[in-house]
Nanobody, 125 residues
């Protein structure tokens, strides 16, 4: 069992930056593939980015490529999402999730076994 807790959300102006963190407890964090998703009001949950266990392999949604950067620190059991050049369209609740090493690459939504409670990111225009 893995518990995930996101933090770092908030209100930022267009063009600003935020860094989200997702702290894990329980389970073997370093064996999990980690992902970030987001859900805006009235919209379906959207994939943002995934990172393999080593941190050396990543996969980004086109909408955030070049602006967002995912990283992980397995010793701290934490995954990060650095978000730069934020736009109002980035406004959403951001969730981190964990998928087992046996999942496909990148993991499909259904393969993520554990989810955090989410953190709100609001980008004002």
């Amino acid at each position: 069992q893995v518990q995930l807790v996101e933090s770092g959300g908030g209100l930022v102006q267009t063009g600003g930056s935020l860094r989200l963190s997702c702290a894990a407890s329980g389970g073997s964090f370093s064996t999990y593939r980690m992902g970030w998703f987001r859900q805006a009001p009235g919209k379906e949950r959207e994939f943002v980015v995934a990172i393999a266990w080593s941190g050396s392999v990543t996969f980004y949604a086109d909408s955030v490529k070049g602006r967002f950067t995912i990283s992980r620190d397995n010793a701290k059991k934490t995954v990060y999402l650095q978000m730069n050049s934020l736009k109002p369209d980035d406004t959403a609740v951001y969730y981190c999730a964990a998928a087992p090493a046996t999942s496909r690459w990148p993991p499909q939504v259904a393969e993520y076994a554990y989810w955090g409670q989410g953190t709100q990111v609001t980008v004002s225009s």
